[in-house]
């Protein structure tokens, strides 16, 4: 079946120490995103990849990169988590802008 | 601008009841309207949309309207199961919007007790 996939699904990370997550998707959609969400609250967009333009939020703190090397895949690094960015971490997937988005099961992150 | 309004919970129903969580919007454009279901621990599944008025979306016995007139998808269904516990996310994509946003209401959590 197609779908989004997002590893770990559990993350444990030390104060200050950089994590990467990740998310492929066997879609084939040109969009995907990444999304924080905390204590079942309506997720929050970090940002997003058209193909291969970039698109920050303008509320994204700078701790928070991404990388998207081709289609399948695309990486969110937190370079240095702080406690506050413990948190469900979601990714999606969409064919065109404004479209339907399609999630995977998301990474619940923990920072000790 | 864009907005989603969706009733506060959580809701507490027993098994087999009648299940309605509104949901009404403010859009600059014609939206498409969504509902995403989470289960405890588990992301986003898509549940229902609607893309156009009068479209009605169904999933799993779930049903929600999509009503230009009362800007509003309320989703409904008729007999609801414990394994409906979950929260239920509203959302909209305006085409209007240049952004890439989806706009989300705030979650109604879903009790259902046996």
């Known amino acids: 079946d197609a779908m989004v996939i997002q590893n770990p699904r559990y993350q444990v990370t030390q104060f200050g120490k950089p994590v990467t997550l990740s998310c492929s998707q066997t879609l084939n959609h040109n969009v995907m995103y990444w999304y924080q969400q905390k204590s079942s609250q309506a997720p929050k967009l970090l940002f997003h990849y058209y193909d291969k333009d970039f698109n920050n939020e303008a509320d994204t703190p700078d701790n928070f990169q991404s990388r998207r090397p081709n289609t399948s895949f695309c990486f969110l690094d937190i370079r240095s988590p702080g406690l506050g960015d413990a948190a469900m971490y979601l990714c999606?997937?969409?064919?065109?802008?404004?479209?339907?988005?399609?999630f995977g099961p998301g990474t619940r992150l923990l920072v000790l | 601008g864009d907005s989603v309004t969706q009733m506060e919970g959580p809701v507490t129903l027993s098994e087999e009841a009648f299940l309605t969580i509104n949901c009404t919007y403010t859009a600059t454009g014609y939206p498409s309207l969504f509902w995403y279901v989470q289960y405890p621990g588990e992301g986003l599944q898509l549940l229902l949309k609607a893309t156009k008025a009068d479209d009605k979306g169904s999933n799993k016995g779930f049903e929600a309207t999509y009503r230009k007139e009362t800007t509003s998808f309320h989703l409904e269904k008729g007999s609801v199961q414990v394994s409906d516990s979950a929260v239920y996310f509203c959302a909209l994509s305006d085409p209007m919007d240049s952004n890439y946003q989806l706009i989300w209401g705030a979650g109604t959590k879903l009790i259902i007790k046996p």
């Open positions: 999606a997937t969409s064919k065109r802008a404004q479209e339907t988005q399609y």
